[in-house]
């Protein structure tokens, strides 16, 4: 990874840090030094890219294209010079519509999951040799953990939270005394939201997924709750709670976490996601999150001993 690779990672856990309602952030002298030597490194490397290259030339989409994405209110991207070129496919203006095939949980989920691996608009957003994303678990668990959408990781084994978050997360469902197979676990969004490539392919960074993205694959995830029934939502992260609440539901994830919500006429859960505690390391971060599971674990009817009710007090 280079320097702007890592910039732009950076980019990203603040942005996202941000979303989850954090204001500071606290960073030593020398590695103060380092970013701004890195800043600077960075410069110069896109003063060089941005120097004209001969056979390079601006894409444009033609008027049509305009149209389609100005009637859908999905992004419109660009190659620019010295970039790495990459566009997103257009959102068909009208969420699907998915109806739930007869038979028994698994074979409802069978045909919900070929019907989304086979989705001519996810496969469509998703990279050669990458993988749309369907949830997994029990079909008949208490409790669905919501994340947002796939990173790196996921987009590689097509399965939700694989990744060092996934890893946290299947830690704290076994701080609640359950197994990742006795809960089910998904996403909001089916693919990885597009970025540009850096010069190996592989995608640089993550952003959130858009508004219309969400809602575009919402339908799908109605769609596995309705399966699943579970009693118990737990919406992971500020982006996944937006897009269970509405992007106009609040400012900061500290606003609505660990209070009681409703979707899909369930109850709902608000917490940070994992991402969250790999940056944010500190006891009290650790034992907020933990409070909001223990209301999960009290609302769901699971035993909570002693040594649970008391993790990450000291």
């Known amino acids: 990874m280079n320097v702007r690779e890592h910039l732009l990672a950076l980019n990203d856990e603040l942005r996202r840090l941000k979303g989850e309602g954090g204001r500071n952030v606290i960073a030593s002298d020398a590695s103060l030094a380092q970013l701004r030597q890195a800043v600077e490194t960075a410069r110069v490397e896109l003063a060089s890219a941005e120097k004209p290259l001969p056979e390079e030339k601006e894409t444009v989409p033609s008027p049509t294209a305009n149209e389609r994405q100005e009637k859908s209110g999905s992004p419109r991207m660009v190659a620019k010079k010295g970039t790495a070129a990459f566009s997103l496919a257009p959102l068909p203006a009208e969420a699907p519509v ?14 919900l999951r070929n019907l989304v691996l086979n989705h001519t608009v996810c496969r469509a957003h998703v990279r050669e040799g990458k993988r749309v994303v369907v949830g997994v678990g029990d079909l008949n668990a208490k409790i669905f953990f ?62 959130p997924p858009t508004e219309e993205e969400m809602n575009f694959c919402l339908p799908f995830l109605r ?15 500020a982006t996944a709670t937006k897009g269970l609440l509405g992007h106009g539901a609040f400012k900061a994830l500290g606003e609505v976490r660990g209070h009681w919500h409703e979707f899909e006429d369930r109850p709902l859960m608000v917490t940070y996601h994992p991402s969250y505690i790999l940056r944010n390391q500190s006891l009290r971060s650790k034992r907020e999150i933990w409070e909001d599971l223990l209301q999960v674990m009290e609302r769901a009817a699971l035993p909570i001993s002693d040594k649970q009710r008391g993790f990450f007090l000291s």
């Open 98 to 111: 998915v109806t739930l095939a007869a038979g028994d949980k698994q074979t409802q989920m069978d045909a």
């Open 146 to 207: 919501c994340g947002e959408a796939p990173g790196a990781d996921e987009e590689v084994q097509g399965e939700p939270f694989v990744g060092p978050a996934g890893q946290l997360l299947t830690k704290m469902i076994h701080g609640m005394g359950l197994q990742r197979e006795e809960v089910y676990i998904g996403n909001i969004m089916n693919w990885r939201p597009e970025m540009p490539v850096g010069p190996t392919g592989e995608q640089i960074g993550n952003r």
């Open 223 to 237: 769609a596995q709750l309705a399966i699943v029934q579970p009693e118990i939502i737990v919406a992971l992260g």
